[in-house]
Each structure stands twice: as C-alpha cells, then as structure tokens.
C-alpha cells in the first residue's frame, strides 16, 4: 500500500502537541465499517486496534447504529444529567437481566461521569468514604487514567510526570510476575501490613486490572487474584477491579475477573460498554458500600443517553444466549496459534507473546523493534499499537466481532512486519 502523509494541515497548524496517534497512523480517516476503517483517500485498513477497545463490537456495528438513529429520529433525550429517562431504564434492567442475575452479582450501579478515568475517581473516593482511609494499593505497571487520582495509581513514570505535582495516597506492590516467580506472592505486601513499624498506612483499597492492557499485556493468574482478594478480605481493604479495558467481552465472559472466581466489592467499566464508541463508563459496587448522600458525587455528562440506548441493545444483542464468550476464546485460540509460529520463527526467537480472548502482546527483546513492527503493519494496511513502559510490545485487540478470515488477513500481515523488521539493523 502507497500512503501518502497528509500535507501540512489544520492538525499541525491548529491542533496541540499533545496529540498521539495521528503521529503513528498519518492518514486523515473518514469512514468505517466492522474491522475496516478508510481513509480520506480510499486506502482501507484492518483495525486490530479497536479504539483502544471501546469498540469490542466493530465500527458502526448495525444492530447497534439502527438502535441509535430509531432513537435520534423520535427525538430521544439525549442529555439528562442523572434524570430518570426511559434509556437509562432499559439499560438498567437489560443490564441486570443480562449481566448482572445470571452471574449472581448484586452490584448497584453508578454513573461517575463519561470516561474510564471517571469511573477510577469514583471507586477511589468511595472507597476512601466507606473506610475512612487515605492510602490505596496499586500494582507496578498499572494504568487507571490520566486524572490526578487514577494517576496517583498508575505505574508510568511518563504519564505519571504529567501531573506536575506530587501524587500521593498511592502505593505500589509487585504485580503478578514481578519477580519472575522467585519471591512467592504478596511477600512484601502482607509483610508491611503486619508490621507496625512499616510505615504502610493501612489502605482503604487495592486496585488491580486483571491483565494491563497498556502496562504491557500483563496476564494475571486465576489463583494470583484469588489470593489477592483472600488478601484484601483478612485486612479488611476493598478489592477494586479496573475492567474498564479488559471488561465487555474483551477477554472472553463478560468481566476479566470472571474466570478466577472472585467478586471484587467495586468494579470499574468504560470503553465498550455503550457498544458503539460512545463515552459512557460505570462504577459498580456492593449494595452495603452505597454510602453516597445524593449529589455527592455528580458531573453534567454522566447520563449520555444515546450511550445507555446503544449499550442495551449490545447487552440484548451479544450476551444474553451465552455465545459471545464462547466466540471470542476460539478466536483467541486462533490468534494464539498464529503467535506461536510468528514469535518462533519470524521474531528469530527475539520475542515472546502472551494475552487471553483477545487481547495479546508480542513483547520485543531489542524493544525499539514493536514500533518498527507497528510503523511497518500500518504501511500494509493493519493498525496496531504498542504498550509497555518502553513501547516495547505490540497490542492486538481486535473487534470481538472480527470473523476468521479477518483474522487470519490480520495475523498474516502481522508476520510480515515482523519478518520485514528483521531485515532492520536493532534499534532502528
């Protein structure tokens, strides 16, 4: 594919520094469907990106676009504050029929704001509320959002310096895998909070995410979150898990904690979960730690309701019969076999993989290679990203609706920008 950068324009001109993507992907986009995106000069391009996975359902997904035009024409409310409307009623009793029963999760429902980093802010302060402690526990190489408070939790030197000023309250302990298995689980953490003279002020929370998607693709173990919520349990701290990139789907049941067995007090969810793109995110918690006073915590976009009409009928369309998980962990399979041969033979043993559903990560030993790779897929039509506190893996996340076939055109112009980048000296 011949790709030609757009010409100086409003976006440098006008648009701050600031900016990211663009600079990785220089097209000027204006046109999607499904796992394709097109840019303004009719080159067309496999997205294994996903909008950074709020959009688990593909790009202007019908179902979902029918759902939201019916509703525009008839003049739907479409902003409502936390105002009871008939959107946000049918998202919630599709939510609790579909999600929320079937898997014996007595959560109520809250609705902090429209982005993930709203939703962080919330578990965070009421986790803070119900115990009546400052510190929270977080774990190397998370990421909760660019807000001073999701900042304080999140492990990126880089992003953690934007805040210019002291993040505190915040105290990280070794994620899973930290010590390449040689000091057993939660050693130091349990250590601390039993010794008096540690100067571990006893937290309020722990918040994990159970695989960190831009930490690197970090896969925590079922019995590592297990032991972690047993954890939180005997010291009376709050587990918060931060689904908001790992939930609706994404990893194969409906929430990433599902497969280990646990029920976190508080659970965070964005991205994906209005189905079509559309900003929206949730904090759900235990019945008993609903001690807001109403208006406490509040925000003039918390009730997008074009989001709860698109969310309801992804909710109707794609879980109630069980078959999306199912879909989505063979079609990690797939993906996981087509790893297997590219990181053994196309990386020249330079590389290894690892994710779950779909979502993976191809982490690079000469680390500068994952952007080569990612420069290289896109110039063959396929966006990718990198993640990890170096750039050093390349991030699938396709659509959970990608079909085989699409996959399999993914993964294979995958192989070739990894075989192509190895024709490329180290570090270039």
Request: glycine share 10%; net charge negative.
């Amino acid at each position: 594919m011949t790709i030609t950068p757009p010409a100086l324009s409003v976006f440098e001109t006008t648009e701050s520094e600031v900016r990211s993507y663009c600079r990785g992907w220089p097209a000027v986009f204006d046109r999607a469907q499904g796992s394709h995106i097109t840019d303004e000069d009719g080159h067309t391009y496999l997205d294994f990106f996903a909008g950074a996975g709020s959009l688990n359902y593909g790009h202007n997904n019908p179902v979902l676009k029918r759902a939201l035009i019916d509703y525009i024409e008839r003049d739907g409310i479409t902003h409502g504050l936390d105002m009871a409307t008939s959107a946000k009623r049918a998202f919630l009793e599709s939510f609790q029929n579909v999600i929320l029963r079937p898997r014996d999760l007595p959560y109520k429902v809250m609705f902090p704001g429209p982005t993930g980093t709203n939703a962080v802010e919330s578990a965070l302060k009421l986790a803070r509320k119900v115990k009546n402690r400052e510190s929270v526990v977080s774990f190397t190489n998370a990421f909760h959002g660019m807000s001073l408070g999701s900042l304080a939790v999140t492990g990126n030197a880089f992003k953690r310096a934007g805040a210019g000023i002291p993040l505190v309250h915040g105290t990280p302990m070794p994620f899973d895998h930290y010590f390449d298995d040689k000091v057993p689980d939660f050693l130091w953490f349990e250590r601390l909070l039993e010794d008096r003279g540690s100067g571990l002020n006893k937290p309020a929370a722990v918040i994990v995410e159970t695989i960190q998607g831009e930490g690197g693709i970090n896969v925590a173990r079922p019995e590592w979150l297990r032991a972690l919520s047993d954890l939180c349990h005997r010291h009376d701290m709050l587990l918060i898990v931060d689904d908001i990139q790992m939930g609706c789907g994404r990893t194969g049941p409906f929430f990433s904690f599902e497969e280990a067995g646990i029920v976190p007090d508080i659970v965070t969810v964005s991205k994906s979960i209005s189905g079509y793109g559309l900003p929206m995110s949730l904090c759900l918690f235990r019945p008993e730690l609903d001690v807001w006073e109403p208006g406490e915590h509040n925000g003039t976009f918390r009730g997008n309701n074009p989001a709860f009409v698109t969310a309801a009928a992804a909710l109707n369309t794609y879980w109630a019969d069980g078959q999306m998980e199912k879909q989505t962990l063979a079609r990690g399979e797939q993906v996981e076999q087509a790893l297997v041969g590219i990181c053994s033979e196309s990386a020249g043993g330079g590389a290894e993989f690892r994710g779950r559903g779909l979502v993976w990560g191809i982490e690079f030993h000469d680390k500068p290679r994952a952007t080569a790779v990612c420069r290289r897929a896109f110039e063959l039509g396929l966006l990718l990203e990198t993640s990890g506190p170096e750039s050093e893996v390349v991030k699938l996340l396709p659509a959970l609706t990608v079909t085989p076939e699409e996959l399999d055109e993914g993964l294979r112009t995958l192989d070739r920008a990894v075989r192509d980048t190895a024709r490329v000296p180290a570090g270039v």
